[in-house]
């Protein structure tokens, strides 16, 4: 089947690195997207790695290795309000226009 | 622009009542996109439309039907809700680029309650 596993929780402290990571298993996709969700609030774009290697943006990046079958979100200088959940997603190939989301992170930050 | 608007922002209904969700973009997004999300869980697709004229199901459909009004609207429809219809339902929409990138804009969600 087609399916996109994450950590369900991870915890880290303000100022610190975490990494997310997203695999998956499928015969093909056009590429992975990540996606931050506040409490209560909407899913908001966050990146697109339409190749392998890393992306860059700002304190985030987002890496892709469709060798290994896996994908992570890296945040930077965690800060209070990055305390969300993180989904990855997919747009598999001979899927239609649709995307696939994973499981979903939830990322607490500490003091 | 106002991006993804969605109307209701809450709603209870008794079991066995009807109800449609609207939801629209200013964006002139091809594609536009129903979703379900449980507490504590990932998004599930429940209908989607690539483009106006056309719907197709998702990972969900079962008691949902929807209408692609026009390009700026997409509703849902609940012709009979039952508990498990129970849920925050975002509604999106995504232009496509050729080469794979699509983004999808989210609206605020309806939260329903079904008794």
């Known amino acids: 089947g087609q399916s996109l596993e994450q950590p369900s929780e991870v915890t880290a402290v303000e100022g610190a690195i975490v990494q997310i990571n997203c695999t998956y298993q499928?015969?093909?996709?056009?590429?992975l997207s990540w996606y931050q969700q506040h409490d209560g609030g909407a899913p908001t774009f966050l990146s697109y790695?339409?190749?392998?290697g890393l992306e860059e943006t700002g304190r985030f990046s987002s890496f892709l290795s469709r060798s290994d079958s896996y994908g992570y979100l890296l945040l930077q200088e965690l800060q209070m309000k990055d305390s969300a959940s993180y989904f990855c997603a997919v747009r598999f190939t001979g899927g239609g226009n649709k995307l696939t989301f994973g499981t979903g992170t939830q990322l607490k930050v500490e003091l | 622009n106002a991006g993804v608007t969605q109307t209701p922002k809450f709603q209870v209904l008794k079991t066995g009542q009807s109800m449609t969700l609207q939801c629209a973009q200013d964006?002139?997004?091809?594609?536009m996109y129903w979703y379900r999300q449980d507490p504590g869980m990932g998004l599930r697709l429940i209908y989607y439309s690539a483009s106006e004229g056309t719907t197709d199901k998702g990972e969900v459909p079962n008691g949902y039907n929807v209408s692609r009004l026009n390009k700026r609207e997409f509703s849902l429809r609940l012709e009979s809700a039952a508990p498990s219809q129970t849920s925050v339902y975002f509604c999106?929409?995504?232009?496509?680029?050729?080469?794979?990138?699509?983004?999808?804009?989210f609206g605020p969600g309806t939260r329903l309650l079904v008794l």
């Open positions: 790695n339409g190749l392998d």
């Open positions: 999106a929409s995504s232009v496509l680029i050729t080469t794979g990138v699509e983004t999808q804009y």
């Open positions: 964006m002139n997004h091809n594609s």
């Open positions: 499928t015969s093909g996709f056009y590429g």
